[in-house]
């Protein structure tokens, strides 16, 4: 396993880590001054649109998707350290550079199983970054860590289908320039295979039945720059049978597909969440004095900047193995890998920040620092894409079944 960046890479993290000191740093509190002043707060602000621009032309785009034919053509060990650097602002940069959870999920999908059709009425101008999406699978009446139990219903009425169930959770569904989802519901729910029950298909929002009903909110915050996290109904909504994605029944082999990039993307970005905490904690650590010495030289504050600091190495180690073994024997043979890190990174990132928080006292809870939004962040990916403990399970069963 050779781990050294390449020349591409290496040329990549340059101009990237040139465009967040240039570009994405300084528009942070010009993004929040802009959106106090929208008149809607999913409106996007205008500095957003200038970040994407430049990011463009400097050829910072789509740098997640490993399809040259739309994407930059990079591997997942390639993009890792791209995708690292955009962490340390998950809330601008990603988008910025189109590389913004949930559309990079959804424009996998198209490009891997979409139709030539649905590639050029969703996939293009979701590549252009003229639209947004949302993917629409989570349910409030049902444990959907275990994605069998999803109750939507997508039934066939001749050339369309009829799709009826509740939704929340469904990220980027707020934003105004959402246009589609990917829904995924049973179109056969009493198959004998619980595997093959599922399907998806493509829903515009401005389908007649569906309802954006409300914002979640995930710790007092509504995650404006991802375009929130919405309650949707789907109200016998109908779409023509030509939306459905791949073919019926193969909705959670799809979601699995879906869900082991996005898996290693959030884990890749987590990393730069702790590296921005980190550098917060020594910032804080040599301006501030306690009990006369600054907080850098008490004992206490020191081992939690050198265990940070060996956590983020051991992480980010394990990521790239994970990214390397993705490129080298796909993700179904690094299936381990992408469960260790989903269970590891969250966690780590987590107690990270809360050391972050402690040691900034009263301002690391406040507006004033990212480290509260990052703390909100981080936690919810110890749920997204399936909670630690449905991988818990299931990578002990791996290592168990060694044995009997």
Known sequence: MDFAFDARTEELRAKLLAFMDEFVYPAEPVAEEQRARLASPWDTPAVVGELKAEARKQGLWN???????????????????????????PHLAPTATNCAAPDTGNMEVLAQFGNEQQKKQWLEPLLAGEIRSAFAMTEPEVASSDATNITTHIERDGDEYVITGRKWYISGAMNPDCAIFIVMGKTDPDGADIRRQQSMVLVPRDT????VKRAMQVFGYEDHSHGGHAEVIFDHARVPVTNLIGEEGGGFAIAQARLGPGRIHHCMRLIGMAERAIELMCRRAVSRTAFGKALAQQGVVQNWIADARVTVEQLRLLVLKTAWLMDTVGNKGAHTEIQAIKIATPRAVVGILDRAIQLHGAGGVSQDFPLAELYASARTLMLADGPDEVHQRSLARRELKKYL
């Open 63 to 89: 740098l997640f998707l490993p399809d040259a034919e739309y994407g930059a053509g990079l591997t997942n060990l390639q993009y890792a350290p791209l995708a690292e650097i955009t962490g340390r602002s």
């Open 208 to 211: 007649p039945g569906v309802t």
